[in-house]
């Protein structure tokens, strides 16, 4: 058995808040079921077989969110192949797009859609928006609009905004509030530092996984199964 450390968040009776499983390398918090992660070519090569197959006290790879596009003609050069190789080895995945505020919006959406061909059990489109890029904030919600809206129309189904806390608050509250929200968040245990409704939480960026040579984002889905099963492409 593989030796863990647990930490208490007020009393020694208190379920533990999140554990360190040193295989992953982090702390990975309780009371989620589905745990995921999200890769490009950062992470280089993956042997996707090992990541399907570790394991550790129940927790192993659920899900996994791959970069697809950035900009209006950027693919990410593991994309394909992180696409291919996820599929074969049966791990719900999902596809997002790195938005930048200057450029057009419906163009950026072409860049994806003509990119990322979706299929039955996978996730949905994600946006990923996080830099202002010397754009007006009207200018940018704009161009976010244009992107969700045309993603929306193509795959009939409500595209994911990953973004963090900061900019969250700062620039988007309020105006995407009828998108699933996936929050980048590193500083609390159990759960985010946010006080509205979100789908998946990325909680580390310093993650270990078999077949994956590099550090890798950790995530976890708010739901349970069935919610998380209502989420794939039907």
Known sequence: MIAFLVYYTTSLFNRPSHILYPAFGIDIPQNYLLHGI???????VIDWNDVKEMEVENIKIGFVFIKATEGINKVDARFRRNWLHA???????????????GMSGKAQADNFIETVKLKKGDLPPVL????????TVIEMQQKINEWLQKVEEHYKVKPIIYTNISFYNTY????????????????????????IKWAFWQHSERGRVNGIKTPV???????????????LQP
Not at 38 to 44: A, G, I, L, P, T
């Open 38 to 44: 999200d890769v490009s070519r950062y992470q280089k």
């Open 87 to 101: 599929e074969k080895e049966s791990i719900p995945k999902g596809a997002y797009h790195y938005f930048i505020p």
């Open 128 to 135: 990923d928006v996080e830099e202002r890029y010397g754009a």
């Open 217 to 231: 984002d950790f995530n976890v889905f708010a739901g349970d199964s069935a919610e998380f099963q209502n989420l």
């Open 172 to 195: 988007l509250r309020g105006s995407f509030d009828k998108y699933p929200l996936w929050i980048a968040h590193y500083l609390q245990a159990d759960k985010p530092r946010i006080n």
